[in-house]
């Protein structure tokens, strides 16, 4: 350990706060908080020295890159969760749970230091006297509110000065004829008039849906006893247009609720979290957020990271917030939502009943978003050429490889020892190129080196550099990079063969699971790239897909091996006079036990094999 990072580490207060690990070039590592700097910081190398569980991979990760630690101390462990949120959000580490494009969620403000106040999008949160509401996970969710509350309430969408009193126009724009707004640029509203309306923007907004009917029936009923008819059915219309839409999300079980639900999604390194927002029985939002989650980061510290980080920037936050697991900071997160809310504020798990069902509703919600955010990403061909670019950067290639080959290892006690090998063009599966092999070697089914050099002496036999036409060259055409899932032992195993049969110029790079590292030959320290790197996630799909390749391979394997019985291994015997046995004996057991010119009779025996059979049977 490095003199000053040691004496820092002693000298740490045993006081709440935020911590950064930074690495020799001063990047941030990670962010954390911590009820006592000086326990939570040291436990990282206690742990590290012990090679406890849990998450000693990603400990180690982080700890072998820190250079130095600050901290901050702070007087509660709430303000130390607000100081992390906002640390994360402004250095983004590579190590810590992160919102996706967190800097420009957006919200609805309600401007309301002007005479007439305004309604409208923004991503800027300013102390500037306005309101908001938020955050939205993205625009089409603002604007599907905007269309919604504009179509019930006319509010002005200008943006020049009006004061009460005065006449900002002559004559008013096209909205006040479509009866948009209420013009009060021209003084057809007074102040008081247009604040109503504006307080039951902000009513509806909160999710309050049944304040804004109760408050618009009494007026209706006001202006039918004042003989205003129009103007009564123009609220009827509002009434029973709020009332379309509280019925579509009308839930009974949750009457009088008030409650976030938050679901969790994950795949690789990246997680989608669904939220749905319960106010009064009925659900007045539901958002899907991405994150940028490290595969090392157990489920419920990815949970308490985005509910840390949303509810940092929420402008509402409920009683009950449900999620789908326990978390370990559960009472430090209560405490810091209570302080946000100003009223206590409680995390609980569904068990049972309609909560675990909307539950289990979020959670496929959130997978089914997650998957459709890879195939997305997968379409598009500029960031896919954008990855293979970087990971010809990352790696000294002469260009982007654009055909890759990956092979991977897969057995059960050195049994039924089967590789596989995928190939991605451009970024994309070629499934018609994959091939599997089975491990013929009885030695190397027993060593995952010497698996790999099978299957690449197989793989590349007669081919040669060089050798244009030649049959294994038009059947297979040349990699561009080959990955091995694996470390340095395997990059050696492989450039040895590669050696062998004069290729040794072909890109090679092991990948290793355990901290994501490519191991380049003949370079002693591996490559890491940035957990949210494009060309990180093209290698880990390239890795995952040869090994749900050759998995699936080892699993039909140990099926049929499981069902065979003797006759699979009787010499000489196929299906086809397996069948016949079985048509005229019925079973092993009376082919046994018969003699052997009753077996040579069978068609398609003879006399030879009919004694040939016997002699397998009674070994």
Excluded at 313 to 325: D, E, N
Aim: net charge positive.
């Amino acid at each position: 350990m490095i003199p000053e990072l040691q004496a820092t580490l002693e000298r740490l207060p045993d006081r709440p706060g935020v911590y950064l690990m930074r690495d020799a070039r001063g990047d941030v590592l990670y962010v954390g908080k911590a009820q006592s700097l000086r326990s939570r910081v040291r436990s990282y190398w206690q742990k590290q020295a012990a090679g406890g569980p849990g998450d000693l991979h990603r400990i180690r990760a982080v700890i072998d890159r820190v250079a130095d630690v600050e901290y901050t101390l702070t007087d509660s462990v709430s303000e130390a969760l607000l100081l992390e949120a906002n640390l994360i959000k402004r250095y983004r580490p590579r190590f810590n749970v992160r919102l996706k494009d967190d800097k420009s969620y957006p919200y609805i403000k309600v401007t309301m230091a002007d005479d007439f106040p305004r309604v409208e999008r923004t991503r800027k949160l300013v102390d500037d006297g306005s309101r908001y509401f938020g955050p939205y996970a993205s625009a089409s969710s603002v604007d599907e509110s905007m269309n919604l509350i504009r179509r019930l309430f006319p509010f002005r969408t200008c943006t020049i000065l009006i004061r009460e009193g005065e006449r900002a126009l002559a004559r008013p724009c096209l909205l006040y004829h479509i009866k948009r707004c209420q013009g009060p640029c021209i003084g057809a509203v007074s102040r008081e008039a247009y604040a109503a309306d504006i307080a039951q923007v902000e009513l509806f907004l909160e999710g309050r849906q049944d304040a804004v009917v109760r408050g618009l029936r009494r007026e209706m009923e006001g202006a039918s006893e004042r003989l205003e008819f129009e103007r009564a059915a123009s609220l009827r219309d509002k009434v029973r247009s709020i009332e379309r839409t509280m019925e579509a999300q009308k839930m009974a079980a949750f009457a009088r609720t008030e409650l976030d639900l938050v679901a969790l999604a994950r795949q690789d390194s990246q997680a989608a979290v669904q939220l749905f927002v319960v106010r009064a029985g009925a659900m007045v939002g539901r958002d899907i957020f991405l994150l940028d989650a490290p595969r090392e980061i157990p489920d419920d510290e990815v949970l308490a990271s985005f509910l840390q980080q949303y509810y940092t920037r929420a402008t509402s936050i409920p009683r009950q917030v449900l999620v789908p697991q326990a978390l370990v900071d559960r009472d430090d997160l209560e405490g810091f939502l209570g302080q946000r809310r100003g009223a206590p504020v409680g995390l609980h798990v569904p068990r049972r009943g309609e909560k675990r069902e909307l539950m289990e509703l979020a959670t496929r919600n959130a997978t089914e978003t997650l998957a459709r955010e890879h195939a997305r990403w997968l379409a598009d061909h500029g960031k896919t050429l954008a990855a293979l670019e970087e990971l010809a950067a990352a790696l000294d290639l002469a260009g982007p490889p654009m055909r890759i080959e990956c092979y991977d290892i897969s057995t059960l006690q050195g049994r039924e020892t089967v590789g596989s090998m995928v190939v991605f063009e451009e970024g994309r599966p070629r499934t018609g190129e994959y091939r599997r092999f089975r491990i013929r070697s009885a030695s190397a089914a027993q060593d995952d080196f010497a698996s790999h050099q099978e299957v690449l002496r197989r793989r590349f036999r007669g081919t040669r550099s060089g050798e244009e036409g030649s049959e294994e060259e038009r059947r297979w055409s040349m990699p561009d990079l080959i990955v091995i899932d694996g470390g340095r032992g395997q990059v050696g195993a492989a450039l040895e063969v590669l050696g062998e049969i004069g290729m040794a110029d072909l890109p090679l790079v092991g990948l290793a699971k355990e901290r994501e590292e490519l191991f380049l030959p003949g370079r002693s320290d591996p490559v890491l790239l940035p957990v949210t790197s494009p060309a990180l996630y093209l290698v880990q799909r390239l890795r995952d897909e040869a090994h749900r390749f050759a998995i699936a391979y080892h699993r039909d394997l140990r099926a049929k091996r499981a069902v065979r019985s003797a006759f699979d291994d009787l010499p000489g015997v196929g299906p086809k006079r397996r069948a016949a046995l079985l048509r005229v004996f019925g079973s092993l057991k009376r082919v046994r036990d018969a003699p052997v010119e009753q077996v040579a009779a069978v068609p398609g025996i003879g006399p030879a094999m009919a004694a040939r059979i016997k002699a397998a049977l009674e070994d």
